[in-house]
């Protein structure tokens, strides 16, 4: 087997480890109260599925959240490689963009970072013209901010998203706080990775 493949491989078993842990603890959590720690809009708009969900830089989070919205029995589609053309015709309601990067991903799937950006402008300009409503995501906490890889995944969702969804350590400088306020747009900070799964079940309605 190429090498390649070997850490595609590898990446995506972890990621699927990781996601079930995570979904196995939220199982737990009580969709009726507001997680500890949570900054969550009043008025925030109410989507419906299908979701289609990708991962800017090819960092593993987008599992997570994945499996968050099927447990939730939200209709979703998880590609890491998901193309503009993939949106047409498939009727998505909701495009959510995971921000962050993973070097090992990108170097195993062929990828880097300037192809990312311009598969995620190309997603976004053909998500706009379907209409669909478009979520920055960010799950995996401080791992996913440590250098400039992850500064350009994250500036480049931020500029485009309609809301974005983050933990609230990776906001210590209040980057994402200060592009929501500037763009007018929605922001929910989650304390624990877990809190992913209120957030989302009140944005699909499903609290």
């Given amino acids: ?84 053309k993939d949106l047409v015709g498939k009727g998505y309601k909701v495009l959510i963009l995971n921000m962050g990067t993973s070097l090992k991903g990108m170097g195993a799937a062929g990828v880097d970072l300037d192809s990312e950006i311009a598969r995620c402008d190309q997603l976004v300009a053909e998500a706009r013209k379907q209409g669909m409503f478009i979520i920055g995501a960010q799950i995996e906490g401080l791992k996913r901010r440590t250098d400039e890889y992850d500064e350009r995944s994250n500036q480049a969702v931020t500029a485009v998203a309609d809301l974005l969804l983050i933990r609230s350590e990776i906001d210590h400088d209040s980057f994402f706080t200060n592009v929501a306020k500037q763009r007018n747009i929605p922001i929910i900070r989650t304390k624990e990775a877990l809190d992913f799964k209120y957030a989302l079940g009140v944005l699909f309605g499903v609290n």
């Fill in 1 to 84: 087997m190429a090498t390649n493949g070997i850490f595609s491989i590898v990446k995506k078993g972890t990621a699927l480890v990781a996601a079930a842990v995570l979904v196995l603890l939220a199982s737990h959590v009580a969709l009726a109260q507001v997680p500890a720690g949570m900054d969550i809009p009043a008025n925030l708009p109410k989507l419906e599925g299908p979701v289609a969900i990708t991962t800017i830089g090819q960092a593993p989070g987008l599992v997570q959240v994945g499996l968050l919205l099927k447990q939730l029995k939200v209709d979703v589609y998880s590609d890491d490689f998901l193309e503009a």
